[in-house]
């Protein structure tokens, strides 16, 4: 307002619905690391999962405010008074904050593996590039170039909504119980094959739970090794994966002596 910079007070409504979502992010954090009770036997990693698509939803919808204000700008400029160089300065300094929180956000998610976390660090980055748009609006405001700020808030604008699009997807993929990638279970059922006394591995379940996947799965043995050395073996199964699997956060495995895969078709 003193400085004449209608991106700059933008910036700085951005930046106070930020800070709303970070207090949704404490919550939400707090709550899905509580120890599993009996009404959420297997944990409250989903309250994170539904909170980055929450999250999701709402950057999709601060780039639909930036892309429709921009296009406004495009198409009806205005005369306005040219910014100070005081909000030059404001708007650099904004990137640097935005950038550091960035950083210091994403090693943290990435240490205790949030993905809740790390999305609102990749929405502290989106942040500091909408901090670069209003710069570089400021800087070409100052040289005469007025148009220029609404292009570059447009294309920052789709920018953020490609990020919200991919944290939502992913998130609602968990929700409804996507299975785990193929690739990882190529990985899985390679371990498991390598445990002493395991004839084959198969009818897999799997679903994700926040940070965590969940699985199901048979474990075929021989046919004359009693009950009791057949669960030794899936034990040890299960101790091999979840010693070589950082990711797995529950096992549920049931002893065979023939393929049920088979069976069935």
Not at 7 to 15: K, P, T
Request: proline share 3%; charged share 20%; hydrophobic share 50%.
């Amino acid at each position: 307002v003193l400085f004449f910079s209608h991106a700059l007070i933008a910036d700085g409504i951005h930046s106070l619905s930020d800070l709303v979502t970070d207090f949704m992010v404490v919550v939400i954090v707090k709550i899905a690391h509580t120890e599993p009770d009996e009404e959420h036997p297997y944990g409250h990693e989903r309250f994170e999962t539904l909170g980055t698509v929450v999250l999701g939803c709402l950057l999709i919808a601060v780039a639909g405010a930036m892309a429709y204000d921009s296009s406004l700008n495009l198409l009806n400029p205005e005369d306005r008074n040219l910014p100070g160089w005081p909000a030059l300065l404001i708007a650099f300094l904004s990137i640097m904050v935005k950038e550091a929180i960035f950083r210091y956000t994403l090693a943290v998610g990435k240490r205790i593996k949030s993905d809740l976390l790390i999305a609102n660090a990749w929405h502290s980055r989106t942040d500091a590039y909408s901090s670069i748009v209003v710069f570089i609006g400021i800087g070409g405001s100052m040289l005469g170039i007025s148009w220029l700020d609404s292009l570059a808030a447009l294309a920052v604008a789709l920018f953020v909504a490609k990020i919200g699009w991919e944290l939502s997807w992913k998130s609602i993929r968990e929700l409804v119980d996507t299975a785990i990638a193929p690739e990882q279970l190529e990985a899985i059922t390679r371990s498991a094959m390598e445990v002493e006394g395991i004839e084959g591995v198969h009818s897999f379940k799997s679903r994700q739970m926040g940070p965590k996947m969940l699985l199901e799965m048979h474990l075929q043995v021989r046919p004359y090794l009693s009950v009791s050395e057949g669960h030794y073996i899936g034990d040890s199964v299960v101790a091999k994966l979840l010693r070589e699997f950082d990711s797995i956060g529950h096992i549920i495995f049931h002893i065979d002596t023939e393929n049920d895969d088979l069976q069935r078709s």
